[in-house]
């Protein structure tokens, strides 16, 4: 099959929408298919349209966007329609696979010109707040006017599903997101039994909970002086964080590494005692905490209905509310130094996470392109 995947973000920081799509597409080329990526260029990029090593295609620009619920965004503002169209004209693909299509705003432009079978995949979780629901309203009639040119609804969680679920009775798979168990592997060394080490990876920003887990650290602090924190990730709220280091008397204690590559990321997995992902809200599904299974890295994170779906039966054990600081440092406490309640964690983080394997995630879309392509047919 000829399949387009559609990335609405900035490829330089989609995160883990960005590493689904790259790997579901080189499990797609694996089992002999034409795959090709269609994106946003970013606005720091010198302009490119071609077909890149990576089987990227740039579309139109990006601009930075600041949501409501306080996660910066570079979305895709404008698009050479005639560019779309050659695009579609010369590749003639069987299958679009558009990843949160209701993004601004090149999936609506593909989708008014597609005659290929249209497929969505759902990633985000719109959070109960105010603001959000308020941005639901204005968002949901440019939802409508897409979802009409989809011909199949997946969505990586029941959480993900449910503001799709809202506005349209079409049945929705749940496929989960997945990792390569083959680049995600533990360390074969044993890790440090002096200085112990909690880490952080991800955007620095509000709905992360990053603060909490500094004032939870701090706590957690006072009764083992020999653990230190090491944050791995960038964003708005930086400076804010590390001043917050000096208020809460860490500041030697805590490491902000910045943004860090993939190979740099596995290897603070491998190497750190406790993986910590505090997310208020927005999440969800959690790919990190799969990436923490899967290095044998133990895990605390925050009870956002992404995580607490995510982490079934003894994964309940990493389960926090991160604004309660003294039971999450109790937490982080358990979970760093009773080996009993590690060892519990640990086997059942070794099996579960290999039902998020990519090759079991990718036959499972591949079995979904062939169900809709041969519906489109016969209709």
């Not at 909490?212 to 020999?226: E, M, P, T, W």
Request: aromatic residues 8%; charged residues 25%.
């Amino acid at each position: 099959m000829k399949i387009a995947l559609v990335c609405p973000y900035n490829v330089g920081r989609a995160g883990g929408v960005l590493e689904v799509i790259k790997n579901l597409r080189h499990g797609l080329v694996q089992q002999g298919h034409d795959v090709i990526i269609l994106t946003p260029q970013p606005r720091e990029m010198v302009k490119k349209s071609h077909l890149n090593d990576d089987g990227i295609i740039f579309l139109g620009t990006g601009t930075e966007f600041r949501a409501p619920t306080h996660t910066s965004l570079q979305l895709s503002v404008a698009i050479d329609t005639v560019q779309i169209e050659k695009i579609l004209n010369t590749h003639k693909f069987d299958i679009i696979h558009f990843h949160e299509p209701w993004v601004p705003v090149v999936s609506r432009q593909i989708l008014s010109r597609s005659e290929s079978v249209n497929i969505a995949t759902f990633h985000a979780v719109v959070p109960e707040t105010i603001v959000s629901r308020s941005m639901a309203k204005v968002v949901t009639p440019y939802a409508l006017s897409i979802l009409r040119y989809l011909d199949a609804f997946t969505a990586v969680s029941e959480a993900a599903a449910g503001y799709v679920r809202s506005l349209s009775d079409q049945p929705i798979e749940i496929i989960p997101n997945a990792i390569d168990l083959g680049f995600y592997t533990p360390a074969k060394v044993v890790k440090s039994k002096k200085t112990k080490t909690v880490l952080y990876v991800g955007r620095l920003e509000k709905r992360k909970g990053v603060k909490y887990l500094l004032q939870a650290f701090s706590l957690l602090r006072a009764k083992h002086a020999d653990v230190r924190l090491i944050i791995a990730g960038d964003g708005p709220d930086k400076a804010m964080l590390q001043k917050l280091t000096l208020e809460l008397g860490i500041k030697t204690a805590v490491d902000f590494k910045g943004f860090v590559d993939d190979d740099t990321k596995l290897k603070l997995l491998r190497s750190a005692d406790l993986f910590c992902s505090p997310a208020l809200y927005g999440e969800s599904f959690g790919i990190v905490l799969l990436e923490a299974m899967a290095t044998a890295t133990v895990a605390v994170a925050g009870n956002n209905s992404g995580y607490d779906a995510l982490m079934k039966d003894s994964g309940q054990l990493s389960i926090i509310n991160p604004k309660d600081a003294a039971e999450f440092a109790r937490r982080l406490e358990i979970m760093m130094f009773n080996e009993r309640v590690r060892s519990l964690w640990l086997d059942w983080a070794n099996t579960y996470v290999r039902a998020f394997a990519f090759d079991n995630i990718t036959e499972r879309y591949e079995e979904l392109y062939v169900r809709a392509l041969a519906r489109k047919r016969q209709s």
